[in-house]
């Protein structure tokens, strides 16, 4: 079964650092393009950052552009997510998403999702 899963979440005082891991089960992420989201309570869903499958070109919203990287590693099937200088809004359930859509940005139709992991970050 297609599965996706992510970690890394937890607590982390403002102006720290975190990694998300997103790794992927049952299928490989060859082909696919791979997003990161997050919600936060009472906040529609925002794409936070996502790699296209055509040509590997990243994407980051403007809120987290130049503090969050994402890269990936394909032997061990998994995408990261680099979060550096946190902030409390920053604060969000985050989802990673994968789809074969040739390009991601603006993209929210992905076929699989992950269960999210809590990110929070204290001032």
């Known amino acids: 079964e297609a599965q996706l899963v992510e970690s890394g979440g937890g607590l982390v005082q403002a102006g720290g650092s975190l990694r998300l891991s997103c790794a992927a089960s049952?299928?490989?992420?060859?082909?696919?393009?791979i997003a990161w989201f997050r919600q936060a309570p009472g906040k529609e869903r925002e794409e936070v950052s996502c790699?296209?499958?055509?040509?590997?070109?990243?994407y980051y919203a403007d809120s987290v552009k130049g503090r969050f990287t994402l890269s990936s590693d394909n032997a061990k099937n998994t995408v990261y997510l680099e979060m550096n200088s946190l902030r409390p809004e920053d604060t969000a359930v985050y989802y990673c998403?994968?789809?074969?859509?040739?390009?991601?940005?603006?993209?929210?139709?992905?076929?699989?999702w992950g269960q999210g992991t809590q990110v929070t970050v204290s001032s």
């Open positions: 998403a994968a789809d074969r859509t040739w390009y991601c940005k603006g993209y929210a139709w992905y076929a699989y």
């Open positions: 049952g299928f490989s992420f060859d082909g696919y393009s």
């Open positions: 790699i296209s499958s055509s040509d590997s070109s990243t």
